[in-house]
């Protein structure tokens, strides 16, 4: 290949991992690729590690909140020192973070435009974060507050405070440069807004479902709840997802307000494809809190029905659809017993692995989080969160190949995670040779990793230009944002022994290939 970029002392080639039959008609430079004989092949064996490691996109949760009237910037120095192993805020247990929870509370702003003050200081929090290695899950709200008095909830009542569609809309508007800018660190937006949290419930604008008003949601409920996603998802580039609290809100605003609770989740094929459809995830905060996960499998109705229950076929769709999708959430009610304990008597972890659970909040509710330490769970929750990669073996050809020849690649590995990356990366193979390396993408779709075996096989032409010699391999998961993609912080590490570089982000294959 001729279009050859330098970076550094690294060689970066644009993928060319293709069949033979394309080759004669795309890499016409490749000396007849067909008639290429390929060499026995040596087959390398990997140990698995048990080892609990940070990663980036998954994992526990660090907790943070800043109002507009007392803004309480990031603190870098904390940020990072979250990567590194910690206890747990209330917890019996330890961590290791790469996700920091970050509450936006735009106290102040529910009847005027976001100032431009604001504005820069939420832009420095995201700054702060891509210095510090971690990534932010956002979420912007008006009021954390609650109120008691005399209404039929009695321990939150009206008005709760939260800002009028017209508002909402233009702050999104406002919001979106910034978000657009620093969508490298954001892990995913929750969509917030709505209600006191920010959980789209208690509102004084959106429809009122609780018991304190009209106890369910109107169409026109609906219609401006999906003007609102709408918004938040123009506001995002195409490769980062939104999540809703309750997974009808998804069925409503991609189906409409008559959508059954059985409506289609996303299929594979629609996954991944930066659609409207395949960018709305889920945080689940009641997760494992009783049937319904207090309230959030039911059916909220619309103007022709009322709320009802609907957990079988919420569940069902959410078990589906979230396999595509960003989810995470926390526990907030340990009155679910002994279902949110540890096999064999809870179901905690069979739950999260249905459910595909890429985080969790470690700061809220610990009651049951530490039930997960007690049970002797909890490890096996922090390893397996989100992702977890593990190379089984590799096989490359034992004989020397020629540069600008087709290179056969076997990789084969397993995700022991409860679920795949929800942002897309790229896999690269890298071939080092002392300070010079020639770096490969390869064709896999690393979001399609999904829980179970992985295959990787593939043909890469090299290139005419690889000097001869000997060259050590390295399977690289960088990040795919270029302001970030040369952290090692923000490259997958995979969970086998002495195959982690930290100072690279590369994970050492343990072969070499010979180029001739």
């Keep these: 290949m001729e279009n050859i970029f330098r970076k550094s002392h690294r060689l970066i080639l644009p993928a060319c991992i293709i069949s033979v039959t394309i080759c004669f008609s795309r890499c016409d430079k490749a000396e007849a690729p067909l008639l290429y004989q390929y060499p026995p092949a040596d087959?390398?064996?990997?140990?698995?590690?048990?080892?609990?490691?940070?990663?980036?996109?998954?994992?526990?949760?660090?907790?943070?909140?800043?109002?507009?009237?007392?803004?309480?910037?990031?603190?870098?120095?904390?940020?990072?020192?979250?990567?590194?192993?910690?206890?747990a805020n209330d917890g019996n247990y330890k961590i290791y973070s790469t996700l920091t929870f970050r509450y936006f509370i735009l106290k102040g702003f529910t009847g005027k435009p976001l100032s431009a003050e604001l504005l820069e200081k939420i832009k420095n929090d995201f700054s702060i974060a891509r210095n510090a290695g971690v990534k932010l899950i956002?979420?912007?709200?008006?009021?954390?507050?609650?109120?008691?008095?005399?209404?039929?909830?009695?321990?939150?009542?009206?008005?709760?405070?939260?800002?009028?569609?017209?508002?909402?809309?233009?702050?999104?508007?406002?919001?979106?440069?910034?978000?657009?800018?620093?969508?490298?660190?954001?892990?995913?937006?929750?969509?917030?807004?709505?209600?006191?949290w920010g959980e789209n419930y208690y509102t004084d604008y959106f429809g009122d479902a609780s018991s304190n008003d009209q106890?369910?949601?109107?169409?026109?409920?609906?219609?401006?709840?999906?003007?609102?996603?709408?918004?938040?998802?123009?506001?995002?580039?195409?490769?980062?997802?939104?999540?809703?609290?309750?997974?009808?809100?998804k069925q409503r605003f991609v189906y409409g307000v008559n959508a059954p609770t059985d409506a289609d989740p996303l299929s594979e094929s629609e996954a991944f494809s930066k659609t409207d459809k395949a960018r709305i995830g889920l945080h689940n905060d009641c997760f494992i809190s009783g049937p319904d996960d207090v309230g959030t499998y039911a059916d909220y109705g619309n103007s022709s029905s009322d709320k009802a229950?609907?957990?079988?076929?919420?569940?069902?769709?959410?078990?589906?659809?979230?396999?595509?999708?960003?989810?995470?959430?926390?526990?907030?009610?340990?009155?679910?017993?002994?279902?949110?304990?540890?096999?064999?008597?809870?179901?905690?972890?069979?739950?999260?692995?249905?459910?595909?659970?890429?985080?969790?909040?470690?700061?809220?509710?610990?009651?049951?989080?530490?039930?997960?330490?007690?049970?002797?769970?909890?490890?096996?929750?922090?390893?397996?969160?989100?992702?977890?990669f593990v190379l089984i073996n590799s096989i490359f050809p034992k004989e020397p190949v020629k540069a600008g020849m087709q290179l056969p690649v076997t990789i084969n590995l397993k995700n022991v995670g409860y679920a795949s990356p929800f942002n897309p990366r790229t896999a690269k193979l890298i071939f080092k040779k002392g300070t010079e390396e020639f770096v490969y993408d390869l064709q896999s779709n690393v979001q399609k990793w999904f829980t179970g075996n992985i295959k990787i096989e593939e043909r890469i032409l090299t290139d005419k230009k690889m000097p001869a010699g000997k060259y050590d391999l390295f399977l690289y998961l960088p990040d795919q944002y270029q302001s970030i993609g040369n952290k090692p912080e923000y490259a997958i590490r995979l969970a086998n022994d002495e195959v982690w570089d930290e100072a690279t982000g590369y994970n050492n294959l343990k072969t070499r290939v010979t180029i001739k």
């Design 215 to 249: 106890g369910k949601l109107l169409d026109e409920n609906w219609n401006d709840r999906s003007e609102v996603l709408k918004a938040l998802l123009n506001a995002l580039p195409a490769d980062r997802m939104v999540q809703i609290r309750y997974p009808q809100f």
């Design 309 to 388: 229950g609907a957990t079988a076929s919420l569940r069902s769709f959410s078990e589906k659809d979230n396999r595509y999708v960003a989810v995470g959430g926390e526990t907030c009610d340990d009155a679910y017993s002994p279902e949110n304990n540890c096999e064999n008597a809870g179901m905690i972890q069979t739950e999260l692995n249905r459910m595909h659970y890429s985080y969790l909040n470690s700061a809220y509710n610990n009651q049951v989080n530490n039930l997960w330490v007690s049970g002797g769970c909890m490890e096996d929750i922090k390893r397996n969160l989100g992702y977890r």
């Design 43 to 87: 087959t390398v064996l990997y140990n698995e590690s048990t080892e609990d490691f940070p990663n980036p996109e998954r994992g526990f949760y660090t907790y943070s909140e800043t109002s507009a009237d007392d803004y309480q910037p990031l603190d870098v120095n904390e940020l990072k020192q979250q990567r590194e192993l910690q206890q």
């Design 138 to 196: 956002p979420r912007f709200a008006y009021t954390n507050t609650t109120h008691a008095g005399n209404c039929p909830e009695g321990f939150v009542c009206p008005p709760y405070g939260d800002a009028p569609k017209e508002m909402v809309l233009n702050h999104i508007s406002q919001l979106k440069p910034v978000l657009q800018e620093n969508a490298d660190v954001i892990a995913v937006l929750q969509m917030g807004l709505i209600g006191i």
